[in-house]
């Protein structure tokens, strides 16, 4: 099975900051990557799949990059919106795994 | 559009069972497999296997293997996953998603004595 390392498991910014997140694939996942992000109570929401395509009305200061086993996701300009807990998912041969996921405070 | 609705809110006692239920509409519900994922609380998201929903066929994660069964009623475009012999540690919120894009709102079990 394919492990997902994510990291960091917190992380604080203030207004404005540029803020990158990792995952490191146990395997070449051939950049099946997607990024997604969750706020209290609710269910995770779609950012970014194929590593680097953005869902459709996602704001362009989210960003993912990496091939291999090697991953990152930026938020560039973070806003207070964008306070939440985020996870990476591997969705390479039909199975699925999570990232420990990074939870964004602000500082 | 494209929707998931699951049951509401569980809450049983160790041993009993529990069946949940995702209702999709907005699109051919045998066109796209089912996916379950479950987070307990306070905790990162945890995928439990998916489902065929053209042959029914069920594939579970290897920590989901036993008591746990996807099942699927085709004709009401209706997604369930049954969990036997509770633990407290099934405690969790459970979604079943449609690719990588739709979730539904979750299911909140509670196992407790």
């Known amino acids: 099975d394919i492990q997902m390392t994510q990291s960091p498991p917190s992380l604080s910014a203030s207004l404005g900051d540029k803020v990158t997140i990792t995952c490191q694939a146990s395997q070449n996942i051939n950049k099946y990557i997607a990024w997604y992000q969750q706020k209290p109570g609710k269910a995770p929401g779609l950012l970014i799949h194929?590593?680097?395509t953005l869902v459709s009305g996602i704001p362009s200061r989210f960003s993912g990059s990496g091939s291999g086993r090697d991953y990152s996701f930026s938020i560039s300009n973070v806003e207070s919106e964008d306070i939440a807990s985020y996870y990476c998912?591997?969705?390479?041969?039909?199975?699925?795994?999570f990232g420990g996921g990074t939870k964004l405070e602000l500082k | 559009q494209i929707q998931l609705v699951q049951s509401g809110p569980e809450l049983k006692k160790p041993g009993e069972s529990v069946k949940i239920s995702c209702k999709a509409s907005g699109y051919t519900f045998t066109d796209y497999a089912m996916h379950w994922v479950k987070q307990a609380p306070g905790k990162g998201l945890k995928w439990m296997g998916w489902?065929?929903?053209?042959?029914?066929?069920?594939t579970y994660a290897d920590d989901f293997k036993g008591r746990f069964v996807f099942s699927l009623e085709a004709s009401a475009s209706t997604a369930n996953l049954q969990i036997s012999n509770l633990k407290n540690e099934d405690t969790a919120t459970y979604f079943c998603a449609r690719g990588g894009l739709w979730w539904g709102q979750g299911v909140m079990v509670t196992v407790s004595s």
């Open positions: 998912l591997q969705y390479d041969n039909s199975t699925w795994t």
């Open positions: 194929y590593t680097s």
């Open positions: 489902i065929n929903t053209y042959t029914g066929k069920p």
